[in-house]
């Protein structure tokens, strides 16, 4: 294993861990909805104990996602997250107010009443996924930072930020809104999804079909502009001998020149649009692992396309030599080749996880189950 | 200090404070529900299913809170502390992302399991998922001490000076350094020190008020064995934490000894006035007559240390870390220009490369600690802490004799045990992390070098934005706990 094989290794592991997550949004997508899908009190406990049981993952997976960013390649984590400041914060806080919301808004005494929390699940609802997604389009849209080694040498940081903003102009940026406003359809859509493949309720299954044809029609309104522009964007690419060049149409060269990443991406965008017919068409609630799968693959190409062949996955608009890719950014080769002995565990892990999904949801949630609970929402 | 690193500082130690209210009674509460689930799958008896259910139901409560803090501290080192995560991520990030993939998953899908699957799963599939919950908490807890042992103990690592920072070249010393078993086994053993605490202080409240007898008295008697064998493990690993603090952070136990002259035969100072002669260097090296050296010998003098080297004074290594930087400033400067000087300027900062981190401070005073905060925290530490191996004790004591329900000062003051733990607990870690300071990396990079490029605004924005949520969300948690606990009908 080479030392660019390990950095490539490392970047599709970070790739996949977030499109688990923007899958794993679901959760963020059915809570934004709980006032508007759930039309009483006991409505609103299914949507909730549905998404309840669930929630942890999309946690981990985010924090997991941090932590593996971190490990391999560290020169993004103190860049993005010491500079883009005000978006990775606004986004900690809307999760921190998710990670309580479940457990407490049941409970008698709670300071905030039921619906006191509630409203939180919303507002990381969506909160949430529109913030992941500016993070995500600054991927492809650079950021305001300029990286200088040589200020550890006076003990200033080793990156700063042009913008006094501090990570808000990228919320300003009409591109990364339109990919925030897709991801947050996208956790809608398949929020609706998840919830008419797991709530055994009938009565509430056509207003889930409604909110999925809905939703599916302003993700792919916002999702299919933004892929006609990254097609045609310029793109930040790598020389061999480091210098980092402006590039016409790089993300679409990406594209032609990694066959396999170009499939994984048309296979994934059909997976999501098979899930919505399925669902929306043919009636059936199985749409959730159609569109989840083609979700995971989608943002997994489109992370590919973001740092691989030769491609700056963080470009710096400040600075274009400050620029951040796979070769400047990474942790050391036996940093990397530690961490790969250890993600050998990952399929371990991913196969508990299935168990337990399973157990939890076999048979899915229904109102007499509800109430028959020992622990519920 | 400027305002920046202040702010910056104290965010880190409110958001530090706040989780460690919350993972403590996780580790330890978690240990007691374990043991009585697997008492009623061994029994069958339903007596310890409903206990055990009552005590997971308050364990969800406080688990949702500590997983809303805790992640902050991981983004923290990203947001606040920038050169931090550059300079030594390559180190740091490591036990994290292991953390992430090895911990939380487990915790996360088995706690789902734990609360989901009474119902859906065997006995003995849902003790297993109950068990896979706390040891989840417990790797978790292995690998972030690890990550905060390296804070105090860096080792395994090499700096590189084309990258500009710190690389991995051991693995294993990093990632099972004595430091951090012993800070691990310290650490997670006071945990279960709080959970059984908490245990027997709610139990004791039952029996005041007479209400649901038998189960409290059977739930002190688990308790208190839990949190006696924790009691144990964590004197042992204290005891081994002074000895390792000894030789590795000499100037954090002078702060904490208040000790400000080094001696033969140190002086263990009980409180100012009052001390036990020779028994700091007991504690320090277990030897009745082993060198401890004072704040003055380690910041002006110098002095020779157990293993009979000479340590130079912080003026000295100052004076070293000044050339290191200056040196590393010209390598970097003509590597491209003029390659020959490049080379000589990088040999001479090999040869004080070790003092590289000294570079950053202007004077040995800057060495010092704040000794009141540090030495006093030490005390309350070790004082509450004893109080309650004192409840476990007693405890013990009065179930044997079934004496349980009868002895009432027992009772109040196994409440008042309560808060002691949560401030023990609290101390111990101003003790580790304050008598650090001004080290975020003992010895490798100040706090003062490794804090992002920020104004003090947006820290100040964030921190008061924190403290409002996070109290918010603790005076909500303790309202929900009492009223779950005044509920509760055995």
Not at chain 2, 215 to 231: D, E, P, T
């Amino acid at each position: 294993m080479t030392y660019s094989f390990l950095q490539q290794y490392w970047w599709f592991l970070v790739s996949l861990l977030a499109g688990l997550f923007v899958f794993l949004t679901f959760v963020q997508g059915a809570n934004s909805q709980i006032f508007s899908l759930g039309r009483n009190n006991a409505e609103r406990s299914l949507i909730v104990n549905a998404t309840g049981r669930k929630w942890e993952f999309t946690f981990t997976t985010l924090v997991t996602f941090g932590g593996a960013f971190f490990a391999s390649f560290p020169l993004f984590y103190s860049t993005s997250f010491g500079g883009a400041y005000w978006v990775w914060m606004l986004i900690l806080f809307s999760f921190i107010l998710q990670a309580v919301a479940y457990e407490f808004q049941s409970k008698p005494g709670n300071v905030f009443g039921t619906d006191g929390y509630r409203r939180f699940l919303v507002l990381n609802g969506v909160f949430g996924p529109f913030l992941v997604g500016v993070a995500v389009g600054t991927f492809f849209n650079g950021a305001e930072f300029i990286v200088c080694r040589d200020s550890m040498i006076s003990g200033a940081s080793i990156s700063s930020w042009a913008s006094p903003w501090h990570g808000l102009e990228a919320v300003c940026n009409p591109w990364n809104q339109i990919l925030g406003f897709a991801v947050l359809m996208l956790s809608r859509t398949l929020g609706a999804l998840y919830l008419q493949n797991n709530i055994n309720e009938e009565a509430l299954q056509p207003r889930f079909r409604r909110a999925v044809l809905v939703n599916a029609a302003l993700f792919l309104l916002s999702f299919l502009p933004f892929v006609a522009y990254l097609l045609t964007a310029q793109g930040w690419a790598v020389g061999n001998d480091g210098t980092v060049v402006v590039e016409d149409f790089k993300y679409l060269h990406n594209f032609l020149a990694l066959p396999l990443v170009l499939a994984l991406f048309l296979v994934g965008v059909v997976a999501v649009l098979y899930g919505l017919f399925v669902s929306i068409v043919r009636q059936k609630r199985c749409g959730i692992w159609f569109a989840g799968a083609g979700t995971v693959f989608t943002v997994l190409a489109l992370f590919l396309v973001a740092g691989l062949n030769q491609t700056c996955y963080y470009p710096s608009l400040a600075d274009t030599q400050s620029s951040l890719h796979l070769g400047n950014s990474s942790s050391s080769e036996f940093t990397l080749r530690a961490m790969t002995i250890v993600s050998a565990l990952i399929p371990f892990v991913l196969a508990y996880i299935v168990w337990a999904w399973r157990s939890i949801d076999i048979p899915g949630l229904s109102r007499t189950e509800l109430e028959n609970s020992e622990h519920k929402y | 200090m400027n305002e920046l690193l202040f702010l910056s500082r104290f965010q880190f130690a409110l958001t530090a404070c706040y989780h460690w209210l919350f993972v403590p009674l996780t580790l330890g509460l978690g240990i007691v529900m374990s043991v009585m689930e697997t008492l009623y799958v061994r029994s069958g008896d339903d007596f310890w299913k409903r206990t055990a259910q009552f005590w997971q139901k308050l364990f969800g409560i406080n688990f949702a809170v500590g997983v809303a803090t805790g992640i902050i501290l991981e983004f923290e080192f990203g947001t606040n502390w920038s050169n931090y995560s550059w300079f030594v991520g390559d180190i740091f990030g490591a036990p994290l992302a292991i953390e992430g993939i090895l911990a939380f998953f487990m915790e996360a899908t088995f706690i789902a399991l734990m609360f989901f699957g009474w119902e859906k799963l065997s006995r003995r599939a849902h003790l297993a998922s109950t068990w896979l919950t706390v040891l989840g908490a417990t790797i978790s807890a292995w690998w972030i001490l690890v990550a905060n042992s390296w804070m105090q103990h860096p080792v395994g690592m090499e700096f590189n000076p084309e990258t500009v920072r710190n690389e991995m070249l051991d693995f294993f010393a990093v990632a099972f350094s004595p430091t951090a078993v012993i800070k691990f086994s310290h650490t997670v053993l006071s945990g279960w020190m709080t959970g059984a605490v908490f245990v027997i202080a709610v139990s004791c409240w039952y029996l005041l008020k007479g209400r649901n007898m038998d189960f409290a008295k059977r739930s002190i008697k688990v308790a208190a064995i839990v949190g006696l064998i924790g009691s144990l493990g964590c004197m042992g690993a204290g005891d081994a934490s002074g000895v390792d603090i000894a030789k590795t952070q000499p100037m954090k136990l002078a702060a904490a000894e208040g000790l400000m002259e080094g001696s033969d035969a140190a002086p263990f100072s009980i409180v100012p006035g009052l001390e036990i002669p020779h028994m700091l260097s007991v504690l320090a090296t277990h030897d009745f007559n082993g060198f401890v050296p004072g704040i003055n010998d380690i910041t002006d003098n110098g002095y020779t240390n157990q293993q009979g080297e000479t340590v130079e004074s912080g003026a000295q290594k100052i004076a070293k870390g000044k050339v290191a930087l200056e040196a590393f400033s010209d390598y970097r400067r003509l590597r491209k220009s003029d390659p020959a000087a490049a080379q000589q300027a990088l040999t001479e900062f090999n040869e004080h490369k070790s003092y590289f981190g000294y570079g950053y401070l202007s004077s040995a005073e800057d060495l010092v600690p704040n000794v009141p905060v540090v030495y006093w925290s030490f005390r309350l530490m070790i004082g509450l802490g004893s109080f309650v191996v004192l409840i476990f004790l007693l405890g013990l004591w009065l179930g044997y004799k079934q004496q349980l329900e009868r002895f009432k000062p027992f009772h109040y003051a196994a409440l008042l045990a309560l808060p002691c733990v949560y401030i023990a607990g609290q101390c111990g870690w101003i003790v580790a992390e304050v008598g650090r300071q001004p080290w975020a990396i003992q010895g490798l990079l100040p706090v003062n070098a490794g804090v992002s490029s920020l104004s003090s605004g947006h820290v100040l924005a964030t921190t008061c934005i924190f403290a409002l949520i996070f109290t918010a969300l603790l005076v909500a948690e303790i309202r929900i706990m009492l009223r779950a606990i005044r509920e509760y009908q055995a």
